[in-house]
């Protein structure tokens, strides 16, 4: 079973700045199967990035995907009031099967 | 749009059943399975499967021997059932529309709580 590993915990920015959230998984996986999302309090999470790099629908373009292989990377260009939030990392196996990274949250400093 | 609905709260040992409806789009599609994510109160997401319009399903494996998934095509519906339930199964429940690497379309979510 691949794990996901993301880091940091916690990261405290302020509006305006740049935001760099890390993905590490356990074994080589495909970037075609990595994808990010966000989840506000209260609410069911919002999917981000497909496919290591693909914004989805309606994502604004501050958000962007990257990586290869094992270490994948969440980049927020210039933080919103919004984007405050926590982020999972999640893959999707060969042995179909879905895997979440445990989170990183995203708080105002 | 996906909708959860079933009872918020489980006896220990019974089972736990949600019905996940699906509106807008037909659940027949080859290009989707449908699953289920939960997510324990103020932890992270843990996916518990899908299934195929066809009926195939792919269960996760700490899960497996404890969940079904099936679907009823006529009325855009598919369904969770976990037995033998404890208080570590007390969590928020999500279906979702898993479309190749991601999931893009979740319900809203429902807590279902396990207590005596």
Same mark, same amino acid.
């Given at each position: 079973e691949i794990v996901l590993t993301q880091s940091p915990g916690t990261l405290s920015l302020s509006p305006g700045e740049r935001a760099t %959230?890390?993905?590490?998984?356990?074994?080589?996986? $495909?970037? $075609?199967?990595?994808a990010w999302y966000q989840q506000r309090p209260g609410q069911a999470p919002r999917l981000l990035i497909y496919g290591a790099s693909n914004r989805a629908t309606g994502?604004?373009?501050?958000?962007?995907? $990257?990586?290869?292989?094992?270490?994948?990377? %969440?980049?927020?260009s210039r933080l919103e009031p919004e984007d405050f939030a926590v982020y999972y990392c999640q893959q999707y196996g060969r042995s179909l099967m879905y895997t979440f990274g445990q989170g990183t949250k995203l708080e105002i400093k | 749009q996906l909708? *959860?609905?079933?009872?918020? !709260?489980?006896?220990?040992? *019974?089972? !736990? &059943? !949600?019905?996940?409806?699906? #509106?807008?789009? #037909? /659940? #027949? @599609? @080859?290009?989707?399975h449908w699953g289920w994510i939960r997510q324990p109160p103020g932890k992270g997401l843990e996916w518990i499967? =899908? /299934?195929?319009? #066809?009926? &195939?399903?792919?269960?996760?494996p700490s899960l497996r021997s404890r969940v079904t998934i099936s679907v009823d095509t006529s009325k855009?519906? =598919?369904s969770l059932k976990l037995n033998s339930v404890t208080a570590a199964d007390t969590a928020v429940y999500y279906c979702g529309r898993h479309y190749g690497s991601g /999931?893009?379309?979740?319900?809203?979510?429902?807590?279902v709580t396990v207590s005596s």
């Open positions: %959230l890390s993905c590490r998984a356990s074994q080589s996986i $495909s970037s $075609s199967f990595l994502i604004p373009d501050r958000f962007s995907g $990257s990586g290869s292989g094992t270490d994948f990377t %969440l980049t927020i | 909708q *959860e609905s079933g009872p918020g !709260l489980v006896k220990p040992s *019974e089972t !736990l &059943s !949600l019905t996940c409806t699906v #509106s807008g789009g #037909s /659940i #027949s @599609s @080859s290009s989707y499967g =899908f /299934i195929y319009y #066809s009926g &195939s399903t792919y269960y996760n855009s519906q =598919f /999931i893009d379309y979740w319900g809203q979510g429902t807590l």
